[in-house]
């Protein structure tokens, strides 16, 4: 099964506004479903049964508080010229409860031999980009910054199975932990 680690995003105003977001950018893109808006801590591709069960374990001992996350401005992978991602950042404090909650599980699951391939930051991916498209430089300082989003609060840590399928991934909760 192909899996990963993740936080969601499941307040219903700033989901529709990040639709309206989505549907204002005028891109050849594929826009991330509303219901599927979430911040991947660690990706961990394909596993068998008994390493899910050993993930779990692992990921039960992780204890965190709930995180407040304002949203602030809007980006893209590699860079604007050549996007292959368009994403929502949050503020800082947000950004550095996230990558220490990302640091905690990949200290938990690495002895089972997950390891992230890039340092983790603190991106909702909104839109992949498949095909080369232009420059969106001038598309991204016109939303320069989305602070009028509001705030969302994490009280959850996920792992989440992911099936591909040709009209988009359908994903799917296998642990759920507790934020206290």
């Known amino acids: 099964m192909r899996t990963f680690i993740a936080v969601e995003i499941h307040n219903e105003e700033i989901l529709n506004a990040i639709t ?11 826009p991330v479903n509303k219901q599927n808006m979430h911040f991947t801590l660690l990706f961990l591709g394909e596993i068998d049964e008994k390493t899910a069960e050993n993930v779990k374990k692992e990921l ?13 401005h809007i ?13 929502i ?6 950004s550095e409860q996230l990558i220490d909650l990302a640091t905690q599980v990949g200290k938990k699951l690495e002895p089972l031999g ?14 992949r980009i498949k095909n080369k498209v232009d420059d969106i430089s001038q598309t ?12 969302e609060v994490i009280t959850e840590l996920k792992l989440k199975q992911s099936i591909l399928t040709p009209n988009g991934p359908i994903y799917s909760d ?6 206290k």
């Not at 980006?75 to 994403?87: D, E, Q």
């Open 114 to 127: 997950f390891k992230s391939d890039k340092p983790f930051k603190p991106h909702l991916t909104i839109f």
């Open 20 to 30: 309206k977001i989505q549907s204002d950018f005028m891109i050849k893109a594929t």
């Open 75 to 87: 980006g893209a992978f590699p860079n604007p010229r050549f996007p292959r991602v368009i994403w």
């Open 60 to 72: 039960s001992s992780i204890s965190f508080k709930p995180i407040e996350i304002k949203f602030t």
């Open 89 to 94: 950042g949050v503020d800082k404090v947000a």
């Open 140 to 151: 991204l300082e016109k939303f320069k910054t989305v602070d009028y989003l509001g705030k």
């Open 174 to 179: 296998l642990q759920v932990i507790l934020a």
